[in-house]
T-cell receptor, first 112, second 117 residues
Framework: TQLLEQSPQFLSIQEGENLTVYCNSSSVFSSLQWYRQEPGEGPVLLVTVVTGGEVKKLKRLTFQFGDARKDSSLHITAAQPGDTGLYLC????????????FGSGTRLSIRP | DAGVIQSPRHEVTEMGQEVTLRCKPISGHDYLFWYRQTMMRGLELLIYFNNNVPIDDSGMPEDRFSAKMPNASFSTLKIQPSEPRDSAVYFCASSLGSTGTGPNEQFFGPGTRLTVL
């Protein structure tokens, strides 16, 4: 069974600080996605990474896919209150390329 | 586009009652997914359809759960009989098929918060 463990589970930091969230597995994934979920809403896709070692940037967010395609990280620079939410990584499983499994999630809170 | 539409947004029912959750996917999307989210287990895939056909229902917890997709614009998830442990937020999501560079973006509805007393 493929599992995705995220750490930390909870993170509360001051506005302006930097942070990194991790997504780890013992299994290899063809691709990984990161979603953000706000209270009362469904998750929204932030990025998809498909190549080992790939780095993608989305404004203050930097996503990296591990060389062995077993892990990923999300780094936020100068966090803002608008970054608050539940961050979920998701790995592609099976051969259909449409089924994904979600990690356990990191709940991030940015204090003004 | 209105996005994925789910109804009801909130459902409170008593143990033993039948519950039906509804989903309208984004027009043109050929994949539809049903997920369940709880604090303990996170976001779990229950079942997904491609072109209205169920492809993988390995996540459906037990026979009390069933899902149908009679046409491209409507799907239901039914729980009969419901139990308190079914309390969760149920999400429907839809997507286009993969383009070969990883899974396509799944667009989630707002969810249905189910409480079984």
């Amino acid at each position: 069974t493929q599992l995705l463990e995220q750490s930390p589970q909870f993170l509360s930091i001051q506005e302006g600080e930097n942070l990194t969230v991790y997504c780890n597995s013992s299994s290899v994934f063809s691709s990984l996605q990161w979603y953000r979920q706000e209270p009362g809403e469904g998750p929204v896709l932030l990025v998809t990474v498909v190549t080992g070692g790939e780095v993608k940037k989305l404004k203050r967010l930097t996503f990296q896919f591990g060389d062995a395609r077993k892990d990923s990280s999300l780094h936020i620079t100068a966090a803002q209150p608008g970054d608050t939410g539940l961050y979920l990584c998701a790995g592609e499983v099976g051969s259909s390329a449409s089924k994904i499994i979600f990690g356990s999630g990191t709940r991030l809170s940015i204090r003004p | 586009d209105a996005g994925v539409i789910q109804s009801p947004r909130h459902e409170v029912t008593e143990m033993g009652q039948e519950v039906t959750l509804r989903c309208k996917p984004i027009s043109g999307h050929d994949y539809l997914f049903w997920y369940r989210q709880t604090m303990m287990r996170g976001l779990e895939l229950l079942i997904y359809f491609n072109n209205n056909v169920p492809i993988d229902d390995s996540g459906m917890p037990e026979d009390r759960f069933s899902a149908k997709m009679p046409n491209a614009s409507f799907s239901t998830l039914k729980i009969q009989p419901s139990e308190p442990r079914d309390s969760a937020v149920y999400f429907c999501a839809s997507s286009l098929g993969s383009t070969g560079t990883g899974p396509n973006e799944q667009f989630f509805g707002p969810g249905t918060r189910l409480t079984v007393l």
